[in-house]
């Protein structure tokens, strides 16, 4: 069972709301929807079209959600769940995490 994605365009809204699905108590509860819904909001991050008009704040907003990818990585989570965020991280494609994740 997986999460069809079809957003089109993903907008920073859409990824608000999947990253607040994704910390849900249902979710979180959930083995296969925690993992299904962190992998749909890593590759929302990446397809987030930035606008123009909106660069900067898309830029700031990005970096927030990797710092919420990165604090999955911490070291009180489980093996399992660190390769989750890892994994959600590289469907984001978010370049600057690579410096953090290597510290």
Do not use: C
């Amino acid at each position: 069972a997986g999460l069809s994605l079809s957003i089109n365009p993903t907008t920073p809204e859409s990824t608000g709301i999947m990253l607040e699905i994704a910390k849900s108590k249902q979710i979180v509860e959930n083995k296969e929807l925690r993992k299904t819904a962190w992998l749909a909001f890593g590759t929302m991050v990446h397809r987030l079209e930035v606008q123009p008009q909106q660069k900067a704040e898309t830029i700031q907003l990005k970096r927030e959600y990797a710092r919420q990818l990165l604090s999955g990585v911490g070291q009180k989570e489980s093996d399992e769940e660190k390769m989750l965020y890892l994994k959600a991280i590289g469907n984001a494609g978010l370049e600057d995490t690579v410096d953090r994740l290597q510290e």
